[in-house]
């Protein structure tokens, strides 16, 4: 098994709306391939100085399911999308 877990802070002037848009469409990729064991998409509720915006908690069934997840056309999509109103990323995958 394998964790997937990503942290977007957006840019400031980033709108509540477009927000929530990045929301609803990490949330659309929960299910894009089969092996996808797990998947939660939030955002911050204590809004502390070191908090991110939006993160995202996914299990895997193994490394292969996670490569086919990240080369996904629609994965790609809402990645690039993303780079577009962050202000900064973090991301960890591990095997547990």
């Not at 802070?9 to 709306?17: F, G, N």
């Not at 399911?65 to 690039?80: C, G, I, K, Q």
């Amino acid at each position: 098994m394998l964790t997937h877990i990503v942290l977007w802070k957006y840019r400031a002037d980033v709108s509540e709306e477009t927000r929530e848009d990045h929301r609803a469409r990490l949330r659309s990729l929960r299910n894009i391939v089969p092996g996808i064991e797990g998947f939660s998409v939030g955002f911050d509720i204590l809004h502390s100085p070191r908090s991110y915006d939006t993160g995202l908690v996914a299990s895997f069934r193994d490394r292969a399911v996670l490569d086919a997840y990240t080369a996904h056309p629609d994965h790609v999509s809402v990645v690039e999308f993303g780079q577009t109103i962050i202000e900064t990323m973090a991301k960890v995958d591990f095997e547990d």
